[in-house]
């Protein structure tokens, strides 16, 4: 036993240090890793989609607004001058959820009944009315119905406005199911348009699904362009964060933020505020699935897409790693913050 002291002595020092430069080696692996990821919050965009609201604004104008933003969306709202008129705030609101907005006539009346001069007078009468509430001047017209002529296009010109009809329509005024406009939502080919209509729940029921459907296509809600009518590339301003309003009665917010993305997962991190303790819940786009979570405690639907994640006494700031499983453009949607 004596004789084999040293010889174990010297097998346990030279194990000490080939542990010492695996470790070493590993956290030189850390660095590159670190150094090489690309954070990233956007899903690959191969083409672009105009989302078009018509008809508001209206008295469910945010609850809309709620549900684009949970899901990440931007849209054109082609407004209606009396409707901004009576509710300013709600135009207002749009403009500061990122959404461009558009001209939809003073009262939808049908327009190619009138003169040349009373053309003029509507639509000028409406700009001025959406410029007034959200200072901006639309650049984009919408006519009623879709009912147009070439004296109606040529004033829309003249006030500095490019018409605007559709390639798909929702059919959402014409009573469909949520089902029926996923299912016509999902004919939206690169560049075109959907017609919907803001103050119906069925509409905003079905965004979360027309926006899982274009993720999988990889189309993204983009403007549409005053040059040429087609939908493009947003105008370069970041669209705004995933955030959940605040509850009626409650403050809490929750904003996430994606902060690396690698092959084939990526990170998403949740700021509460307004609350110490708080619950959100986060659902998922299948076949993604969370592989692992921290400073929270989270318990799932059955479906395995929907997280409930609680406070845990580690802060107001919480994360989880997401595995994209063939699905590499989904990201999560807030969908409740509630303090408590």
Aim: aromatic content about 6%; some cysteine.
């Amino acid at each position: 036993m004596i004789k084999l002291f040293p010889r174990t002595a010297l097998w346990s020092r030279r194990l000490r240090a080939a542990l010492a430069v695996l470790a070493i080696a590993v956290a030189m692996c850390g660095v590159v890793l670190a150094a090489t990821s690309t954070p990233s919050s956007a899903a690959t965009c191969n083409g672009y989609v105009g989302l078009t609201f018509d008809d508001g604004p209206t008295g469910s104008t945010s609850a809309l607004l709620n549900v684009l933003r949970s899901n990440g969306a931007r849209a054109t709202m082609f407004n209606v001058g009396q409707n901004v008129q009576n509710n300013r705030s709600a135009a207002q609101a749009q403009v500061s959820a990122g959404m461009w907005v558009g001209n939809h006539s003073w009262n939808h009346a049908h327009m190619t009944s009138m003169s040349q001069a009373q053309m003029q007078s509507d639509l000028s009468q409406t700009s001025s009315a959406i410029q007034s509430a959200t200072g901006i001047r639309p650049q984009l017209f919408r006519p009623p119905y879709g009912e147009t002529n070439s004296t109606l296009q040529s004033v829309a010109s003249s006030l500095g406005m490019r018409q605007v009809i559709w390639d798909v329509d929702s059919q959402d005024w014409n009573g469909a199911s949520v089902s029926q406009i996923v299912a016509n939502a999902s004919r939206l080919q690169a560049g075109q348009v959907i017609l919907m209509h803001d103050g119906i729940q069925n509409t905003r029921d079905a965004i979360p699904q027309i926006m899982a459907n274009l993720t999988s296509r990889n189309l993204c809600p983009g403007m549409i362009s005053p040059s040429t009518g087609r939908a493009v590339a947003p105008d370069g301003t970041t669209p705004p964060p995933t955030t959940t309003p605040p509850p009626a009665g409650g403050t809490c917010t929750a904003t996430a933020t994606t902060t690396n993305v690698w092959g084939d997962r990526y990170n998403t991190s949740v700021t509460v505020s307004g609350a110490s303790t708080w619950t959100v819940v986060v659902a998922i786009t299948a076949p993604q699935r969370v592989s692992t979570i921290w400073n929270g405690t989270a318990t799932w639907d059955s479906s395995g897409t929907v997280m409930t994640m609680r406070s845990n006494g580690s802060g107001n700031t919480f994360g989880f790693t997401t595995m994209t499983n063939g699905n590499s453009g989904a990201r999560p949607q807030i969908r409740s913050c509630t303090a408590g």
